[in-house]
């Protein structure tokens, strides 16, 4: 079908068939940068989350030491009552 009548269509099949190659490698590149993109972000999104629960486990730590210390206090506290009261 390279001609319409009179007339010859292949310089517009010619330029229809580039259009279109030129919009799939379009896609294809749009595509890679967004995999690129989601990728980048998700591994910064896992950076923050690693940093946040080495904060949270660290802060946990110090709560448990500050609560057995506390608690080492205590039982010291009722010794020395015990010992007061006999």
Same mark, same amino acid.
């Given at each position: 079908? #390279?001609?319409? =009548? #009179?007339?010859d &269509? +292949?310089? &517009?099949e010619? +330029?229809?068939n580039t259009l279109f $190659?030129k919009v799939?490698?379009?896609?294809? *590149?749009?595509? @890679?940068s +967004?995999e690129k @993109?989601?990728r980048s %972000?998700?591994e !910064? =999104?896992?950076k923050e *989350?690693? *940093?946040?629960? !080495?904060?949270? !486990?660290a802060? $946990?730590?110090?709560e448990?030491?500050e %609560? !057995?210390? /506390?608690?080492?206090?205590l039982?010291? %506290? ?5 010992? @007061? #009261? /006999?």
């Amino acid at each position: 079908m #390279k001609s319409f =009548q #009179k007339f010859d &269509v +292949s310089k &517009v099949e010619e +330029s229809l068939n580039t259009l279109f $190659a030129k919009v799939r490698a379009y896609d294809e *590149a749009r595509s @890679l940068s +967004s995999e690129k @993109l989601s990728r980048s %972000i998700h591994e !910064q =999104q896992l950076k923050e *989350a690693k *940093a946040h629960l !080495q904060d949270v !486990q660290a802060k $946990a730590s110090e709560e448990t030491s500050e %609560i !057995q210390s /506390g608690t080492d206090e205590l039982e010291h %506290i009722e010794e020395d009552i015990v010992v @007061l #009261k /006999g």
